[in-house]
């Protein structure tokens, strides 16, 4: 199992920004895609989480952020980030979990995902 992120880059406050997680090498759809977050010297942190038809936000992402998974590329997850702010800044990741979607208590633990990809790095300055 892989998942590859991407799509990170340099932003203005305010811009967008949309990330993509490529997901390959499971055998079934059976698994759920978390988006975390790690700015520099802080902890990791959940942004938000898919598995099916349900979503959960960080508060922090919450009218800002929109987690989807692509119509046509059925193994690609996106994290549509819009009015992006510096505390935006962070290497983004994305994971997985496989089995039943979680509650919304649960999905920002880290340690109830399985597979992790590398990272992308998100800048948002003028």
């Known amino acids: 199992v892989q998942l590859q992120a991407s799509g990170g880059g340099l932003v203005q406050p305010g811009g967008s920004l949309r990330l993509s997680c490529a997901t390959s090498?499971?055998?079934?759809?059976?698994?759920?895609i978390g988006w975390f977050r790690q700015a520099p010297g802080k902890e990791r942190e959940g942004v938000a989480y898919i598995g099916g038809s349900t979503k959960f936000y960080a508060n922090s992402a919450k009218g800002r952020f929109t987690i989807s998974r692509d119509n046509a590329k059925r193994t690609v997850y996106l994290l549509q980030m819009n009015n992006v702010k510096p505390d935006d800044t962070a290497v983004y990741y994305c994971?997985?979990?496989?089995?039943?979607?979680?509650?919304?208590?649960?999905?920002?633990?880290?340690?109830?995902?399985?597979?992790w990809g590398q990272g992308t790095q998100v800048t948002v300055s003028s």
């Open positions: 090498g499971f055998t079934s759809d059976y698994y759920t």
């Open positions: 994971a997985a979990r496989r089995g039943n979607r979680m509650i919304m208590s649960s999905w920002q633990q880290q340690e109830q995902y399985h597979y």
